[in-house]
């Protein structure tokens, strides 16, 4: 039989246990601290990078050129004729105006080097010019046009550096002392990049722009909008204030939970084959992504509404039904419209999360590429997030700045909607 | 007449009816106290517009579904004998080829003449069948009107007939939910078992070896396409697996953190900046993951003298991770919040100190709701789409080594089906049957997932 502990003894061992243990305590704590701090840092990294990448996508190079709209190239025989107009070699113009400001440049090389300092987009808006003011011909006008990619990436200082540590530049000496020179005489500059903004879809990444994928996302939020809300609302209705108690009513409930956990891209496999194979809807519009993000945006919309339903007293009702409203009457005349705030919070954080999907979207089609801007629901389309996941795997290196910059325009929109549900939960929500 | 002048039309008759009617009910019920009706004035009138309304919905529908059929099958009837007995595929050629005349579309020049008669029928059909349409919706709407103008008296119980239709509605919207999984279990099924007419079951969940690369020609090498999905799942396993080991022991902490040791200020501030990180769609990451992480694993393996894939399964993994984070933690705080105070102050009482009562008091109670969590992160990482398409590889390679390049199955499902293909090659069909092995699998997980967690909450309630 052990000795019994003397009380110093005690003292002793408790301390040094309370020591480790006062260590594993703070140990413990610190791990939490840690993880917390990372959870925070990768937000902080990836919004850095993105910004960081993509600020320098709003600003475009441009570069200034006297354009002489010479009837000799543009429209030989005199006939103004709007076809002959359209067709002609605007190019042309561009590249003798270069020849101009650089007469140096003789041989074939060099000027095929000298030609690309400026993008092939400068001679469609020199078309558009002469198409909406034919009397342009034969003056001369001082104009901004864009420069190509790499000038811009030149001139912005951002060319992505190589495996070796090297800058990998697509110019030559010659042409980046053509651009200093150019620069010197106050011909290139960074000017606001509306293109951005206004344009469709483009091979080149000084004429891309997202207004092509940001019209389709908004058709195809308009389609789940209006069918997904309605529904929404309507199944929740029944499950929440008319649904006897049978197992039909159980099937409903646990299908419709999970389908919320049922893997995007198989929403997308149900779009392909149903509305695309079976019901002969056109690829690539926006009314068949909308009905796909319909189907997996419905769950959301009847959890958020059923919980808000859920949160009005039943008191509210038993009054309705006292003075003699029929069911249907206490639903829609005194639940409903306090329940309708919580419901277009759930159906504004389901729109959101529909526009950031893209994976169903690849299923249908929508990863053509689609220079024009979609007209309506039918029209070729694309989304904003697919248009990002297009650029992304674009070869052209100033594609890697637009699309930072459309995924900022894509994280303003969601901010936006989800500011919107919190403002509508804070301003409308009623404790009861 | 256009669709959309009908639809007008239908909508002002709708209207009309809605008046009438409830004229009607005015008239012969009176107004004020000594109304004889059963039911508000307004109800007559919204039982008159259902009647003139859902006929006319009715016929429309059933029109839309059938007329294009019969249509052309008497197009079919008409066509020489050459023509009409041409394979299946051809005929739908030759069909669209007479539609897009009809349209007014250029057509092969050669091939015009031999389709001027066909694609006059086709436009004469079409336009008499809009004509048909137009008359049939029009009087059906009007014998609706007339039938509930009939039926309209004082004692008539209008006020139950329509709210009998609002609950038909209401049923039928939260039937769509029931609809969808069908859709999805029925359509994938469908083209999974075409798949595996042609590819047997067994080499497809059991072959080791993935190339679906279907032949042109018959005889060409290698034209037998490898359809064993073994790869496959061991990349998705990969993958996965990778991004529950940084999400669970992150995201577990950060809600320990955030329930048990931090102030509520900083619980007000971090709480909301996780949700952000959870709002931020996956094309996101994948791009942060492509661009960014996977060139700086590559330089750090580099440096470390390893060889690493630039589309290696660490860097898709560990952002998948990241994502999952917010998933794992908002789960686990509210099972860590849901043990009851009295199990921590008797804990306390005890004289441990908050580690050990975490370690041994809050995450034994919690754990089956934290594994129901850990479940449905798992089943969010499987079917995980965007990152891996763009960060994670093409090539199937059968490794567990996480700095080769892996591919999963929605990566095979997104390469099998972009673009356009013919419906009935095994490649494309092997994306469907891809597409019920995730969903089967989400779904178990799932299931499993909502079962344990629904039991713990009754454990403690």
């Not at chain 1, 004429?207 to 994928?213: K, N, Q, T, Y």
């Not at chain 2, 050459?82 to 539609?99: F, G, H, K, Y």
């Not at chain 2, 763009?390 to 892996?406: I, K, Q, R």
């Not at chain 2, 092995?437 to 454990?459: C, D, W």
Request: aromatic content about 8%.
């Amino acid at each position: 039989m052990a000795e019994p502990l003397t009380p110093a003894e005690t003292r002793r061992r408790v301390d040094a246990s309370l020591r480790r243990r006062y260590r594993t305590e703070k140990l413990f704590r610190l791990y939490g601290l840690v993880s917390v701090l990372l959870g925070v840092g990768f937000l902080v990294i990836l919004f850095t990078t993105i910004i960081g990448n993509g600020y320098g996508a709003f600003r475009q190079s441009f570069v200034r050129l006297e354009i002489q709209f010479d009837p000799a190239v543009i429209d030989p025989e005199g006939s103004r004729n709007p076809e002959v107009l359209a067709s002609a070699d605007y190019a042309q113009l561009v590249k003798t105006s270069l020849r101009q400001l650089f007469p140096e440049a003789e041989d074939r090389a060099s000027r095929r080097d000298l030609n690309a300092l400026v993008s092939s987009g400068g001679a469609y808006v020199l078309q558009k010019m002469v198409l909406a003011d034919p009397a342009l011909l034969g003056q001369t006008r001082d104009l901004w046009l864009p420069a190509d990619d790499e000038v811009d990436l030149f001139v912005k200082g951002s060319v992505p550096t190589g495996p070796e540590g090297v800058q990998e530049q697509r110019l030559s000496d010659q042409q980046i002392t053509w651009i200093g020179r150019l620069e010197a005489a106050g011909r290139l500059e960074q000017r606001f990049n509306t293109t951005f903004f206004t344009g469709g879809d483009s091979r080149e990444p000084e004429l891309a722009g997202i207004w092509g994928a940001t019209k389709g996302s908004f058709f195809m939020l308009l389609v789940t909008l209006f069918l997904a809300f309605p529904l929404g609302v309507a199944a929740a209705i029944y499950l929440e204030e008319f649904a006897p108690r049978s197992w039909l009513v159980d099937v409903i409930e646990v299908n419709i939970n999970n389908l919320a956990a049922v893997p995007s891209i198989v929403f997308g496999l149900l779009g392909l084959a149903v509305f695309i194979n079976f019901f002969g809807l056109p690829r690539s519009a926006p009314l068949v992504g909308g009905l796909v993000l319909t189907l997996m945006t419905l769950p959301v919309v009847i959890i958020a509404s059923r919980a808000a339903i859920k949160s009005v007293p039943p008191s509210v009702r038993e009054a309705a039904l006292g003075v003699g409203a029929s069911q249907m009457q206490m639903v829609f005349h005194h639940v409903l419209p306090l329940a309708l705030p919580g419901m277009l919070t759930g159906a504004i954080i389901g729109m959101a999360r529909a526009l950031g999907e893209s994976a169903p979207l690849l299923m249908i089609g929508m990863v053509a590429f689609i220079v024009e801007v979609p007209s309506g629901a039918l029209s070729p389309a694309t989304a904003l997030p697919v248009q990002i996941y297009l650029w992304a795997d674009s070869p052209e290196r100033a594609f890697v700045e637009r699309t930072s910059a459309a995924i900022m325009v894509l994280l303003a929109f969601l901010l936006v909607m989800n500011a919107a549900a919190v403002w509508l939960r804070n301003r409308f929500e009623r404790r009861w | 007449m256009r669709l959309t002048t009908l639809l007008l039309i239908l909508t002002a008759m709708t209207l009309a009816a809605f008046f009438l009617g409830r004229r009607r009910a005015v008239a012969i019920g009176g107004v004020g106290p000594a109304r004889r009706l059963h039911s508000l004035p307004k109800y007559y009138g919204y039982f008159a517009s259902l009647w003139c309304l859902l006929p006319g919905l009715v016929v429309l529908l059933a029109w839309a579904a059938f007329s294009d059929t019969i249509i052309t099958s008497r197009v079919v009837d008409s066509l020489p004998d050459a023509l009409r007995n041409q394979p299946e595929a051809q005929l739908s050629l030759t069909l669209n080829d007479i539609r897009n005349l009809a349209a007014g579309q250029m057509v092969d020049e050669s091939r015009r003449a031999e389709f001027a008669v066909a694609a006059q029928l086709y436009s004469e059909l079409r336009a008499a069948s809009q004509g048909i349409l137009s008359g049939l919706i029009i009087a059906v709407s009007f014998i609706g009107f007339a039938v509930a103008w009939s039926r309209l008296r004082p004692q008539f119980r209008a006020r139950n007939h329509v709210e009998l239709a609002i609950k038909v509605a209401l049923i039928a919207a939260s039937m769509v939910a029931i609809l969808t999984t069908l859709g999805i279990l029925l359509s994938v099924t469908f083209e999974a078992i075409r798949f595996f007419q042609q590819v047997p079951l067994s080499d497809f969940l059991f072959g080791l070896t993935w190339s679906p690369q279907t032949a042109i020609r018959a005889d060409q090498v290698g034209s037998s396409g490898a359809f064993g999905a073994v790869p496959l799942f061991a990349g998705t396993l990969l993958i996965s697996g990778i991004a529950l080991a940084v999400a669970v022991p992150i995201g577990l902490m950060i809600a320990i953190y955030l329930s048990e040791y931090a102030r509520p200020a900083l619980r007000r501030v971090v709480k909301p900046v996780l949700e952000v990180l959870a709002g931020i769609p996956t094309v996101v990451y994948g791009y942060f993951a492509a661009l960014t992480v996977a060139p700086v694993i590559r330089e750090v393996g580099a440096a470390l003298g390893l060889d690493v894939a630039s589309e290696s399964a660490l860097g898709a993994g560990l952002v998948m991770g990241v994502m999952i984070i917010p998933f794992v933690s908002s789960l686990s705080d509210d099972v860590i919040n849901a043990v009851p105070r009295a199990m921590r102050e008797g804990s306390y009482g005890l004289g441990a100190t908050k580690s050990e009562t975490i370690k041994r008091v809050i995450l034994p109670a919690a754990l089956p709701g934290i594994v129901g969590g850990v479940l449905l992160a798992a089943s969010r990482a499987i079917g995980e789409t965007m990152i891996v398409v763009m960060a994670a590889g093409l090539s199937a390679n059968l490794t567990a080594n996480p700095l080769e390049s892996v591919t999963t199955v929605t990566v095979q499902i997104v390469t099998l089906l972009v673009g356009d293909q013919e419906f009935d090659s095994p490649k494309t069909l092997a994306a469907f049957a891809l597409g019920l092995v995730l969903f089967v699998v989400t779904l178990i997980l799932n299931i499993i997932a909502l079962q344990v967690v629904r039991r713990y909450r009754e454990q403690y309630d």
